[in-house]
């Protein structure tokens, strides 16, 4: 049984977010949490979940910045709730511009991720 590779660490922080989709009219925000953050991409706790493939703007509440950290991404994966699970989806992060990528490892080291 292969193993499940990731390029980059995910670390465990809950963060509030908004996700809207990217090409929609409507400027409908969507209110959920994170489960896992990382420079690549987090895991939204939502549901129902945003299907597969979509374009999404991702903006993260974090004490580290005035305004929400912005960020483009695409839905990779959903997962359906259950009885001990909780419904959401992963997003990929689009390439992150140096400054962005300053904003989350602020947020990291935040949360106690200093070595990372």
Known sequence: MASHFRLRARYPIEVRVTVRRQHEKSARRVEATTANLSFGGAFVTVDPPIPVGARLRVGIASATTWEPLELDAT??????GGANVRAGMGVAFDALSPPQ???LHRLFCAHGFEDE
């Open 101 to 103: 990528a300053l904003a």
């Open 75 to 80: 839905v990779r994966w959903v997962r359906d």
